[in-house]
């Protein structure tokens, strides 16, 4: 049966990705998104696109026309480093346009939202490694602590208003469409630098460990949460622990080069290890990470490589 759907986000890396899932389901898709690091050319052309920001005013009225029966919620400040910087900033889009957002779900009466929060941000620095749900939430970032406040935000419109709701926290999400420039994954930095033949620059040791979980597997789990009646927050990871150093030498090979990654000094406050636990998905869900990291990063590789091609190609058309 075909849904109304609307993906907040839609034209950014992990959202517009759920929506080609969505569109090839066949359900009626519109994505919210007001492309301030969303593009346009990533949003599918059988989805609806409405360039609105979450915190305006008007995005209740929206929900209220299109009477969606689900709503993927993924528009987002995304940088660890720019809430350091301006906490005030992303305290506004992550607190309060995600206030705005649940707003609207709760008046457009529908079944289910999907949140995607996050794993490493939102545990900050623990001792039990993969960290599973059940772990005391400390983050460290003002980027994590509003992704933990709209986690209990959903909780207590759960409790009081029964709005059905599942919170993803993912591990750190790549694949194809990441965008490679600026505050980035690293694995979207170093394959774009690669790709161009640039050298690589890593913090510190580079013996910093994340749980790298493949783009194709993260939409697969979102799209497991919206059909399936779990509430509640799952971490969406591989328990997985893998370093800056392997990652850069699994690029280094894929791409096919030699470059030596440069070291700079260690940001201080940067966590050293995020591993989660992802049993409960597969509880709960019925899901598991399929996508190994070497064969992501092959993905991954290929697309930039696609990307570098046709970049190419258009500055010789000029």
Known sequence: MANAIIVTGGAGFIGSHIVDALIAMGHRVWVVDNLSTGRRENINLGAKFIRLDIRSPKLRALFLKIKPDFVFHLAAQLDVRMSLKNPLYDAEVNILGSLNVIQACLGAKIKKIVFTSSGGAVYGDVRRIPTPETESERPISPYGAAKLAVDTYLHQYWVVNRLHYTSLRFGNVYGPRQNPYGEAGVIAIFAGRLARGQSCAINGTGAQTRDFVYVGDVVEAA?????????????????????????????????????????????????????????????????????????????????????QELNLKNQNGK
Do not use: C
Not at 278 to 284: D, L, Y
């Open 223 to 307: 799209l497991r949460a919206m059909r399936k009646p779990f509430v509640g927050v799952v971490n969406i990871a591989t328990g997985k622990e893998s370093s800056v150093n392997q990652v850069y030498a699994y690029l280094a090979r894929s791409v096919g080069t030699k470059l030596k990654a440069q070291h700079n000094p260690a940001i201080r406050g940067e966590q050293m290890r995020s591993v989660l636990d992802w049993r409960k998905a597969k509880r709960v869900l019925g899901w598991r990470p399929k996508v190994s990291l070497e064969e992501g990063i092959e993905r991954t590789v290929e697309w930039h490589r696609g990307m």
